[in-house]
């Protein structure tokens, strides 16, 4: 972490986007999260002398699936230099009303994955990624627009995964027109 931060000190980067996982391939435990809970205090102690944004991604592990998580995490490290960066499609996948998570962060957030997901089920595990934009669970024009009456203003970054396609580059200039569509029927809306 101390590189990362100076690495988004020297080249001007103003937040650092962490995977909200305390592991990833091991087995989670009390230890494991105590020991994540510990590096990040540090991380955001660090951060905050460079001046540098920690954001925490909502994930698609048990471990951070929600704000209402982050704000625990929040109220405990108590660091202005540690926000949120929402991922709407994981949170819907677990199953979270999205625009009250997202207005329960709605002074934390600092950027927004948006991604399509498929949802958690008794008798399905989710599906977190390869979903193609549309073809899934997020409602993008409610997301859009819950992010509209908070007065969100920062940044949206498209997240997908286009492998499967074999032409990759239409893939995403049909995930972004998808995309732009929702946001002006959200906008739309909103008036």
């Not at 103003?14 to 435990?29: C, F, K, M, N």
């Not at 951070?64 to 499609?89: A, M």
């Not at 600092?110 to 409602?139: A, I, Y």
Request: glycine share 8%.
């Amino acid at each position: 972490m101390r590189r990362a931060i100076h690495f988004a000190l020297i080249s001007g980067a103003r937040v650092i986007q962490l995977a909200g996982y305390d592991v990833y391939y091991e087995t989670p435990s009390a230890r494991s999260s105590d020991l994540f809970l510990d590096g990040l205090a540090r991380s955001a102690r660090e951060a905050a002398g460079a001046q540098v944004m920690l954001a925490l991604e909502i994930m698609d592990t048990e471990y951070l699936n929600s704000i209402q998580k982050f704000v625990k995490i929040r109220d405990h490290i108590k660091s202005p230099w540690l926000q949120v960066y929402p991922d709407v499609g994981n949170l819907t996948a677990w199953g979270h009303d999205v625009s009250a998570e997202l207005a329960l962060g709605a002074e934390d957030i600092v950027g927004v994955h948006l991604k399509d997901t498929k949802k958690v089920r008794s008798n399905f595990p989710g599906q977190f990624r390869d979903v193609p934009f549309g073809s899934g669970d997020v409602n993008f024009v409610d997301c859009f627009r819950a992010l509209e009456t908070l007065g969100y203003a920062g940044p949206y970054l498209m997240e997908m995964w286009a492998r499967q396609s074999g032409d990759e580059l239409n893939a995403v200039r049909d995930a972004k027109t998808f995309l732009e569509g929702q946001f002006r029927k959200a906008m739309i809306l909103a008036d």
